[in-house]
């Protein structure tokens, strides 16, 4: 007689994997269903002809062992075997001939600001003097505000109150109001978005100048691939292509799931790892909701899906400057939308994604999901789009590469729709909800609820309910859970490295 797992946790995306694998740690019996034929969700890279195509990491919060932040992936062994690349530099931003390097050292990322723009010499001192005092704290994953993360965690985040204090309202576009120099206003906004909060923007590089966010040669799926062998070494279990439709409920409590090909499957717990708008109203049929919950769904922004145009090419770019945004002259036209500037990133610093002598290039859009969804029945007019964007990006890079028309052997467009598809993400999100002065504040919080209202035995894990999303918090995700639940449990919390 087969027994049954005691926890069903729907979607191996690494929010799935990182439950599955502290659940094991704590005795728990657990099986992942995965719709897809991979681990890692939206956490991935494909291959086509000798090239490999990253679709995620750009910079990974964690990677220092020295950090606190390291510690998860420790855990789930996720950076094993594997070398750190930190660069120089995070991006190049060409505005109105000149060019601004955001240096991941904040004291060179400092003197190139004051460079370029002397009479700014004040809020930039500012701006960096918040960034090095949050990179002076060795600050872990857990959620400032979690009562479980313990007394030494939530203490660890007393120093940064100042910085939040003083920034924590401040978004980029009321940051560059107060600069004169109309180099520096035109050129940060494009580091991050007008309404990005300027504090998420320090994070992000006291985490780059501790050398805590670096890139893992080998890519998104090795990274991801690491983490479910893992899982597997623990005795959890996985089985993919397993689309869950439904969550079966019995007196308001989770009692399994159904698969697309009709099979029941039994536990004591079902985890949703998967996405949330899917979760909570096509598994569940929207059947436990509340208004603030319905709320998130109606008003909250998210991270915008993407168009990625990925090119594989016969020609060695390895002196070029790894990534650089600069103005058009000739505008490029994606998802019915003028794009006056072009955002490319060259990838040779991982030599495991091209042949030797050879260069994987990508560029970036954000793009419009309702765009693609309406041309998604018609197979010629999206191809014909998608075709369309390639020549532009391509044409474009010409002028700047003259003869990387004609070394092209790979392109390899993927729209809003290949990342539904893939990891059934809402709207194709790529992150979850988008970094606000709101949802940070319910990140640094209390957080987000995990559980729906009168649901027993249910409970939702990853980007969906961790605002800003991300790797770090989707790991962080499956480990909160499991500590609630032992600790509902009175058992103790056990965590390893071995
Ligand atoms: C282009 C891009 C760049 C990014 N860059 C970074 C970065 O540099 N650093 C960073 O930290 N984060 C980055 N992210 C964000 C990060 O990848 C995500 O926030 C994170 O991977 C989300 O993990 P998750 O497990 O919560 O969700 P997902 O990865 O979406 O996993 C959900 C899983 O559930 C499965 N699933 C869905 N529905 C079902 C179903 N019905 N039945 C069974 N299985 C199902 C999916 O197939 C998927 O495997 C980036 C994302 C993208 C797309």
Redesign the pocket.
Known sequence: MKTEPTMII???????LSTGIYARMNGFDTQI????SLP????TSWSRKGYTFD???????GTNPASSSHVPWQEVRALEGKTIYDPEEYLRVEVDGQCLIVYTDVDRFEKAMIDLAPEDLKPVKELTAGIRSLASMDLPLDTPGDPLAGVKSATSFLPAAPVWFKWGKVTMKDFVARLKSPFLRRALPLVAGEDFPIVGLMFMLSWMTNRNAGYPIGGSLEFAKTIEQRYLALGGKIEYH???EKILVENDTAAGIRLSDGSEHRAAWVVS???GH?TIFD?LDGKYLNDTIRGYYDTFPIFQP?V?VSLGINRDMSHAPASVSFPLEQPINVSGTERTRLGYKIYHFDPTLAPAGKTVLQV?FDSNYAYWKAIAGDTERYESEKKAIAVQVIDRLEKRFPGIAGQIEVVDVATPLT?ER????WQGS???WMVTEKTMKMAFGKGMDKTLPGLKHFYMV??WVEPG????T?VM?GRKLVKQLCQKARKPFITTTQ
């Open positions: 729907i979607g191996a995306g690494i929010a799935g269903y995965e719709m897809g890692g969700g939206l956490c679709g995620c990491i750009q910079w990974l919060v397993a689309r869950v790892a998967a996405d899917a598994m993407i990625q970036l990342t893939y990891t059934g993400n790529i992150e979850g990853g980007q999303g991300g790797l770090p989707a995700s």
